[in-house]
């Protein structure tokens, strides 16, 4: 499949990887947004959270335990923010689910 994040999954496309197991890989977003901003996919393709069934939804409680531990390791003690875009209204952009992870500084609510 033509997907970027399946590419990066596979070690096809080089990231500045933060965490890999099996199910799932962080690395640093490419623009950031914040001192701290890295994304976290699952390994296998899932298209955005439009697409989490029954079937998949287990990697999203993993990626969430993930994102909580790898808050700790980098001293996230001010806070954070997990975003996963969806669909054309949010800016998605990349059509493999992912959940930003956005700290290090101030983030304004509501967003725009
Ligand atoms: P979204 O716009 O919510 O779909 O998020 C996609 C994110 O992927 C954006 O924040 C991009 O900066 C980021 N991105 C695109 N290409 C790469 C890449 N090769 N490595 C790391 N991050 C990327
Ligand atoms: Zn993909």
């Not at 962080?26 to 890295?38: E, G, K, M, N, S």
């Not at 001010?78 to 998605?92: E, L, P, T």
């Amino acid at each position: 499949m033509d997907c970027l994040f399946c590419k990066i999954a596979a070690g096809e496309i080089p990231s500045k990887k933060l965490f890999e197991d099996d199910t799932l890989l962080a690395f640093y977003d490419i623009d950031p947004q914040a001192p701290v901003h890295f994304l976290v996919i699952p390994k296998t393709h899932i298209s955005g959270a439009d697409a989490i069934t029954p079937e998949n939804s287990a990697i999203v409680a993993h990626i969430y335990e993930v994102i909580a531990q790898l808050a700790g390791q980098l001293g996230l003690t001010g806070g954070f923010r997990v975003v996963s875009n969806c669909g054309a209204d949010a800016g998605q952009s990349v059509p493999h689910l992912h959940f930003h992870v956005l700290a290090g500084r101030s983030l304004a609510w509501p967003p725009g």
